[in-house]
């Protein structure tokens, strides 16, 4: 099996500040992405800005600045903000850079040989905020706008001439490639929402615009250019080189093992994308995956609602680790949901403060009392230290597979259920009083908590980076040995270096803050 684990956060218009929706699809990538790292893959994690299209036309112009120089600045938010959250990114693709369009022109090229393209008039509705063409049917009038049903945002009539991507003849094929391959979309609700409409018969797509300028030239007819979605979803060839299909990059990451998304693009990456790739001869990625909304006021966070949750004030305020652990415990994966201040102190407090940072906290320093501050080298475990220590061990299969698929919040319950028993155990054992019978048996506690709280926070290394890595790093573990084959493996302990020094790790949130 290839060792190799290519995974994408969508690209992001920059045309606004990021988020806390941006956040939330980039943090779950990273997430993945750090776990497959832990697993032993080479991981090429991809994110950037979207950089083409009216939206972004119009904002420049509303802004007098110069389409490209607007983007620059724009897009250095989003690049500041994978440090923000601590992302694991090994590349940041911008759609305004060289390499995009060499491959952006090399897909038009492949549809146009394969007889996918052709010359047309398109007349329709158009969401300029989502770059979206909408049917008649999804189309509903409100206080006398015309609106998308799903966005809600505004759409407008267009009448222009454009190229067309022949996607009404891939119906079939896009029915028996979602047949053969069953885990293409995920969650599975989202997987029969797509049947559902690609059965229904998929009508060609305009692929072009005259209207406005802010884009790739169509090759060969500078008057248009290509689509916005066209150009945008080509990022994850272009980051590999693409055209150059023997590259080394290329040969080792296509097809992508999986783009993370939100619900709202599903249409995009699920039916244009494979659709796009299969008439180019390319092959389609293994599996999208869509996530639920970020909600805010039980709403869409959304600039015309005024409900934009931003992320960098949470993350001052509480930290990146705590924001990180938040979204993904209280957050179902694939649904949507709400954030509430409430749960996220809560979270930081119970999960985090009093579990895995409390049993740190206590023994670190009963360590650094009782044992001139190094971890013991085991002699003889009992029955109870090999329990504790077995049971996540013989976990780590169900574990890596909660993972691998997707259901992070189950996994992360079973981590926290593994503190709380690391907590347990070393109060139950009490090794203050064993301390004056056996020497021996304190040693051998100290070394099985010792082992659990390395083994969780490897565990949670991919969660809360900052912190787990605080905490191996105190106790001596070096960056390499962080890894999920080094669960239970007594070889990472440097038994004669002392235990660096670990400052709290989670303040507690007052109610009042
Ligand atoms: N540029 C396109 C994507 C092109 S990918 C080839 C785009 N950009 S976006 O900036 O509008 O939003 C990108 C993503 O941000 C959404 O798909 C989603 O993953 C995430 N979110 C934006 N708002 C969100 C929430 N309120 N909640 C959760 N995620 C949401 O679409």
Not at 53 to 67: C, F, S, V, Y
Not at 328 to 336: A, F, P, Q, R
Not at 437 to 466: A, D, G, H, W
Request: with cysteine; glycine share 4%; proline share 4%.
């Amino acid at each position: 099996m290839s060792k190799n684990f290519y995974i994408t956060t969508p690209i992001y218009y920059p045309s606004g500040k990021p988020h806390m929706g941006h956040a939330y699809s980039s943090i779950i990538a990273d997430i993945f992405a750090r776990f497959k790292r832990l697993e032993g893959y080479e991981v090429l994690f991809l994110t950037g800005t979207d950089e083409h299209g009216l939206k972004i036309q119009r904002e420049a112009e509303k802004n007098k600045k110069d389409p490209k120089l607007f983007c620059d600045e724009l897009s250095k938010n989003f690049r500041d903000l994978t440090s923000i959250l601590n992302l694991s990114n090994d590349d940041f693709i911008r759609t305004t850079e060289e390499r995009h369009y060499k491959s952006v022109k090399d897909v038009w090229n492949r549809l146009v040989e394969s007889g996918d393209i052709y010359l047309g008039k398109y007349s329709g509705w158009y969401s300029v905020s989502d770059e979206a063409y909408y049917d008649q049917d999804e189309i509903e009038e409100i206080n006398g706008k015309k609106v998308a049903k799903t966005s809600l945002s505004t759409v407008d009539w267009v009448e222009e001439e454009s190229y067309f991507f022949k996607l009404s003849s891939w119906s079939k094929k896009l029915l028996k490639f979602y047949e053969e391959n069953e885990d293409f979309i995920l969650p599975k609700s989202r997987r029969n929402e797509v049947v559902n409409f690609v059965k229904k018969g998929l009508t060609d797509l305009s692929v072009s615009r005259t209207s406005f300028s802010w884009g790739i030239p169509v090759p060969k007819n500078n008057k248009h250019v290509i689509y916005v979605w066209l150009d945008a979803l080509t990022n994850y060839l272009s980051a590999l080189n693409f055209p150059n299909t023997d590259d080394k990059k290329f040969q080792k990451f296509w097809p992508a093992n999986v783009h993370i998304i939100g619900k709202d693009i599903l249409r995009f990456h699920a039916i244009y994308w494979p659709a796009f790739l299969l008439a180019a001869k390319l092959q389609p990625p293994k599996k999208v995956f869509g996530h639920g909304w970020i909600l805010s006021d039980d709403k869409k966070m959304s600039k015309s609602l005024g409900n934009i949750l931003d992320p960098i004030e949470i993350i001052n305020k509480y930290g990146i680790d705590q924001l990180r652990y938040y979204l993904i415990k209280e957050v179902s994966l694939g649904n949507d949901g709400s954030i509430s201040m409430e749960n996220l102190k809560n979270c930081i407090n119970n999960d985090l403060a009093n579990n895995y940072g409390n049993l740190c906290q206590r023994v670190f320093s009963f360590i650094k009392k009782n044992c001139s501050n190094k971890i013991p080298k085991p002699t003889n475990l009992s029955e109870k230290d090999n329990k504790l220590l077995n049971q996540l061990k013989n976990d780590m299969p169900t574990l890596i597979n909660l993972v691998n698929n997707q259901n992070l919040n189950e996994f992360i319950k079973k981590v926290v259920s593994y503190s709380f028993e690391a907590n347990k155990y070393f109060n139950d054992s009490e090794p203050w009083s064993v301390k004056k019978k056996n020497l021996e048996r304190m040693q051998n506690i100290l070394f099985t908590i010792c082992e659990q709280i390395k083994n969780i926070s490897i565990l949670l290394n991919c969660i809360i980076p900052v912190s787990t890595g605080k905490v191996l790093k105190a106790m001596n573990v070096e960056p390499n040995m962080i890894s999920i084959k080094n669960i239970n493996n007594m070889e990472c302990f440097n038994y004669s270096n002392e235990l660096k020094n670990l400052n709290i790790l989670f303040n507690k949130v007052e109610n009042d803050n």
